[in-house]
C-alpha cells in the first residue's frame, strides 16, 4: 500500500501519540499536544504531519513556522523543543515525511527548513557546526537519600546540596506557574534574554496534566529558584527554570535539581535525567558537566531555499551582545511586558 501523507487533527491525536510512545527513538516533543501549545502561547501555525499505510500510523513529522520581522521564517521541527525531525517505522515512511516538509517549505514561501535531530544529518540536508548540546543520564534512586545522592550526583555538588538544606532550604513540587514564572523572568532578564509569556506555562501545565511538575525552592518564605519539568516514559526533564539573584548564595540551584532527581526517581520510577540543551561556551554548558553530565551534540540540519541562509539567532552571535547588555538592566517590568513579543522569533 502506498504511503498517505496528512495533517494532525483532533480525532487522529491518539493514534499520533500512541506512535510516539511505541517508538524509541521519538521524544516528548514529538507529542500532539505541542502543536496546540505553540499556536496559542505564540500564535505560530503548525503543520503535524502523519504517515498513514494500510490504515496504520507509521511516521509522524512535528512542524511550526515561526514568522517574525525580527528574527525571519523558519519552518522547524520543532521550535522550543530540544529534539525533532521525523519518527518513522520505516525509512520510506521517513523520506516521504521528508520530501512532504519540503514541499510545504515551498508552498508556503519559508526560506527555512529546519529538524533539530540526535542524529547526524541525512545526504542532501546541510549541518551547522555543533552549537547546542544536550546532557543526559541513567540515574538510581532507591530511597536513601545519602546513598542516592553519592550515587547519583559528584561530591561538590553533593556539599552544596547539603549547604543549601542547612541554610533552611525547602521545595515543593506541585503545578505553581506564578512562583515559578516570576523566578524565570527575573533569571533570563539577569542573563540578557526575553522572558516567555506567563500564558505558555500555563497552556504546558494544562497540556501535559499528568506529565509535568514545578519543583520550587524556598528561603524564608520567598521562592529563590524554580523549575518545570516533563516526565516521559522512565524519563524526568526538568526543562524551564531559573533562579533569583540571591539562589547562588544559597545553593538554591543545587537544591532544586537534586530534589527533582530525588522525586522523579522514587515518586515516578525516572531512570534518565534529561538536563535539557545548553549552547558550547556558555556557563549552563559548563554548569551541567560539573553534574557529571555528558555533552552530546545536537545535530541542526538544514533544507534551503536558493539563496537562503542557515538562521543565526542565537545569544553568541556578535550583532546580539549590546542588546543583550542592554537587556540585563531593564526593570522586570519592562523585560516582562517587551519579553514576549521578542521571544516569538527565538524557538
Same mark, same amino acid.
Given at each position: ?24 527513538? +521519538? ?27 494500510? =490504515?496504520? *500510523? *507509521? ?7 515561526? @514568522? ?6 523558519? $519552518? ?8 525533532? =525531525? ?15 516538509? *519540503? ?26 557546526? +555543533? ?26 555538588? @553533593? ?19 506564578? +512562583? ?23 497552556? $504546558? ?5 499528568? +506529565?509535568?511538575?514545578?519543583?520550587? *525552592? ?20 526538568? #526543562?524551564? =527554570? ?40 556558555? !556557563? ?18 538544514? @533544507? ?15 550583532? #546580539?551582545?549590546? $542588546? ?20 516569538? =522569533?527565538? !524557538?
Amino acid at each position: 500500500m502506498s504511503i498517505k501523507i496528512r495533517e494532525l487533527d483532533a480525532a487522529s491525536a491518539p493514534a499520533w501519540d500512541a506512535f510516539v510512545h511505541s517508538r524509541p527513538e +521519538a521524544s516528548f516533543f514529538h507529542l500532539s499536544p505541542w502543536a496546540k501549545v505553540i499556536r496559542d502561547s505564540f500564535g505560530h501555525v503548525t503543520h503535524y504531519a502523519m504517515a498513514e499505510q494500510d =490504515g496504520a *500510523v *507509521v511516521g509522524v513529522l512535528p512542524l511550526a513556522r515561526m @514568522r517574525t520581522r525580527l528574527f525571519g521564517d523558519t $519552518l522547524a521541527s520543532t521550535p522550543f523543543c530540544v529534539y525533532g =525531525g521525523t519518527v518513522a517505522a520505516t525509512p520510506e515512511a521517513a523520506r516521504a515525511l521528508e520530501d512532504h516538509a *519540503v514541499a510545504l517549505r515551498d508552498r508556503i514561501g519559508s526560506p527555512v527548513l529546519e529538524f533539530r535531530r540526535l542524529e547526524t544529518a541525512d545526504e542532501g540536508w546541510e549541518e551547522r557546526p +555543533a552549537l547546542y548540546y544536550t546532557f543526559r543520564k541513567p540515574i538510581a534512586v532507591s530511597g536513601d537519600d545519602a546513598k542516592d545522592m553519592e550515587r547519583n550526583i559528584p561530591r561538590k555538588q @553533593r556539599a552544596e546540596v547539603r549547604k543549601g538544606f542547612k541554610r533552611g532550604l525547602s521545595s515543593t513540587s506541585d503545578s505553581n506557574v506564578d +512562583a515559578l514564572h516570576a523566578v524565570y523572568a527575573e533569571s533570563v532578564r539577569n542573563l540578557g534574554s526575553p522572558v516567555f509569556p506567563k500564558r505558555y506555562f500555563r497552556n $504546558l501545565t494544562e497540556a501535559f496534566p499528568d +506529565a509535568h511538575d514545578v519543583t520550587t *525552592v524556598w528561603h524564608e518564605g520567598r521562592a529563590v529558584a524554580s523549575v518545570l519539568s516533563f516526565h516521559f516514559r522512565d524519563q524526568v526533564l526538568p #526543562y524551564y =527554570g531559573g533562579g533569583t539573584r540571591e539562589a547562588r548564595g544559597l545553593s538554591a540551584s543545587e537544591v532544586m535539581y537534586w530534589e527533582v532527581m530525588r522525586r522523579a526517581g522514587n515518586e515516578r520510577g525516572a531512570k534518565v535525567f534529561d538536563f535539557g540543551r545548553s549552547k558550547s561556551g556558555t !556557563g549552563a554548558f559548563d554548569y551541567k558537566k560539573n553534574w557529571g553530565f555528558t555533552a552530546e551534540p545536537l545535530h541542526y540540519c538544514y @533544507r534551503l531555499a536558493p539563496g537562503a541562509r542557515i538562521p543565526d539567532n542565537n545569544p553568541n552571535n556578535p550583532k #546580539y551582545r549590546l $542588546l543583550i547588555k542592554a537587556w540585563k538592566k531593564l526593570p522586570i517590568s519592562v523585560a516582562n511586558a517587551v519579553g514576549p513579543y521578542l521571544v516569538r =522569533g527565538l !524557538g
